[in-house]
């Protein structure tokens, strides 16, 4: 008889979206340990975890009312598969990805945010596409040619000084390229997860 497999979760949690195209629509967050790249501007510990079952998973999810979840990580694509996403969809649940795009996505994702970061991309495909900008503007434009919905979102630098002048760049680099939109994290302008 073989196992049943597990994931590492770093944490599952419920709130509004922060960021990008579903901004202000609650939803079930669940943060996969674990990432294949290193930002120096990541907010999550992706050692930390517990084992669980997909089932466990999604029964954790329904413990909230929202039916659109959110897998997020780190990098989700390390662990997520096909069942995971099946046991989600039993249970009724929209399911949302967040990745870097650097490996494949298992079938039956509802909605892929790209958020490409400084590594080869593999995905042909995403509903949106989200760029941490940081100031460089280099390989900004590349990204209108993939399909999706285009969003910029000035880096977190924990600095509010260099944080005001990312978010003025932003905004003007936007207003000359109007094919973007804006993108604030705002789970941290109102303190909420």
Known sequence: ??????????????SLQGEGYWTGTPMV???LSGCNLTCPFCDTDHREGVMMEAEEIAGEALRHPSRRICLTGGEPSLQADE??????????FRVHIE????????????????????????LQ???EIKLVYTGDESGIAEWLGMDGEHFLQ???????????????????????????RLSLQTHKLLNIR
């Not at 008889?1 to 419920?14: C, G």
């Not at 000035?154 to 760049?169: G, H, I, W, Y």
């Open 29 to 31: 967050f669940v943060r």
């Open 125 to 127: 495909r995403a509903d």
């Open 154 to 180: 000035p880096c977190d630098t924990l600095d509010a000084a260099k944080n005001r002048s990312l978010t003025e760049r932003c905004i003007a680099y936007i207003k000359k390229n109007p094919e973007w």
């Open 1 to 14: 008889m073989s196992a049943t497999k597990t994931y590492r979760v770093n944490e599952i949690f419920y």
């Open 83 to 92: 069942a995971l996403i099946a046991a989600f969809h039993r249970c009724g």
């Open 99 to 122: 990745t870097n795009g650097t490996r494949p996505l298992p079938a039956g994702i509802d909605w892929i945010t790209l958020s490409p970061k400084e590594a080869p991309v593999v």
